[in-house]
């Protein structure tokens, strides 16, 4: 028999427990010590999240007679906050530092809870992005850019997603980890084909990849309905398959598969300042579409013609933009310059895809792409 030839190992992470289901809030005590975790705790969330949920912490910690404190998030994943959640709970003395809210709050509690070797609990209160499951931290600069990406040693220990909490979420947040799922299958894809690193280093498992193709199936299918049971706070099966999709499979897939085009187009966006009040998952969906016409343009398909333009249409019906003109992107040389330059920078995922990218290619991709967003909505005002 052949012996297999030395290569990077297949990898692949996770988090210790995940758990999803309405009202899980309540026995946020009770799945910890189920992954043998307990107080001192730090809870950190934003002002609106500790308002609505801060009470039944509560609650669940004087249950089991666990100190804990809650931490006020200070809006923006920097160094600087992050510096400030380690001072906080090594006055505490934290055994367990939790994060509740979105990407943000999540990356900045995670990079904390690294820094002071403790566990890192992770409770999304919306389905924004798939941060939760992760290993990584986005960390930004004052001014909203991307500053640098880490990648800690460990998973989350638990992800807690309270099902209900999340219909009760601004639906445009929803949307958007749509919009962020949606890359998982496609990037996964390329990734695997060029036989990069994933991003914990090894290559992607059969499983990973068969994750992020789930991902994708199940938000196609289910996608617009759960958006709408969103927006009138009902928890059904389409809405509990799509949190699912966006949050785990994502989250698994785009680690233990691989990222490429669509969220390097994402970091070059946010070196445009117009697009900062844009959402993570809203500048991802319009990379997707870079993304495919990247790959149209060097291996060109009717298949993937096709998929470009049901990735548009879908993407315009869950509200996510499509064009230049909706990402507040003026339709110019130096903007598409400035994203491609960004998005091409030797580290970016940009270079996962199976072939050669330079600036140029992804410049042309941009007027691509915007151009099947705007077929995509003059065909859905006529009707076709």
């Given amino acids: 028999m052949m012996e297999v030839p030395s290569v990077r190992p297949l990898i692949f992470c996770s988090p210790l427990r995940y758990v999803q289901g309405p009202d899980l809030t309540d026995r946020l005590a009770d799945e910890l010590e189920s992954v043998g975790l ?19 912490w509560a609650e669940s910690f004087a249950s089991r007679g666990w100190v804990h404190r809650v931490r006020v998030f200070g809006g923006e994943c920097t160094q600087h906050e992050v ?40 409770c999304p209160t919306v389905a924004s992005t798939d941060a939760p499951t992760s290993a990584l931290s986005v ?13 800690h040693k460990r998973n989350p220990d638990l992800v807690l997603v309270d099902s209900r909490v999340i219909a009760h979420s601004p639906p445009r947040f929803f949307a958007s980890g749509i919009g962020d ?10 990734a695997t084909a060029s036989n990069s690193p994933t991003m914990r280093g090894g290559r992607a498992t059969a499983a990973a990849v068969a994750l992020a193709r789930l991902c994708r199936d199940i938000v196609f299918a289910d996608g617009v309905e759960a958006l709408d049971d969103c927006r009138h706070n009902r928890v059904t099966p389409a809405l509990e398959r799509v949190i699912e999709a966006a949050t785990l499979l994502s989250g698994l897939g785009f680690e233990s598969a691989g990222l490429a085009a669509a969220h ?13 009040s844009l959402l993570h998952g809203e500048k991802v969906a319009f990379g997707t579409l870079v993304h495919l016409a990247l790959e149209q343009t060097v ?4 298949e993937r013609s096709v998929e470009i333009d049901r990735l548009a249409h879908f993407f315009i019906q869950i509200g996510l933009p499509v064009t230049l003109e909706e990402l507040h992107v003026p339709d110019l040389d130096a903007s598409r310059t400035t994203i491609a330059a960004r998005a091409t ?13 330079d ?12 151009a099947a967003g705007r077929k995509a909505h003059a065909t859905t005002r006529i009707g076709l």
């Fill in 181 to 190: 799922a949606m890359s998982t299958w496609y990037e996964a894809a390329s």
């Fill in 38 to 56: 307990s107080g001192p705790a730090l809870v950190v969330a934003g002002n609106r999240v500790i308002g609505l949920l801060a009470p039944r």
């Fill in 139 to 151: 960390i930004y600069r004052n001014d909203g850019s991307v500053d640098s990406s880490i990648i």
């Fill in 345 to 357: 920078i030797p580290t970016e995922t940009m270079h996962n895809m199976p072939f050669h990218v």
């Fill in 299 to 302: 291996l060109p398909t009717l």
């Fill in 359 to 370: 600036a140029s290619m992804v410049s042309a991709a941009i007027v691509a792409a915007d």
């Fill in 83 to 122: 510096e400030q959640i380690v001072l906080e709970s090594e006055s505490l003395q934290a055994a367990v530092l939790i994060g509740c809210g979105g990407g943000k709050v999540l990356d900045a509690v995670r990079a904390a809870a690294a820094a002071r070797k403790v566990p890192f609990v992770s």
């Fill in 264 to 276: 390097a187009v994402h970091n070059g966006l946010c070196a445009l300042s117009q697009t900062h």
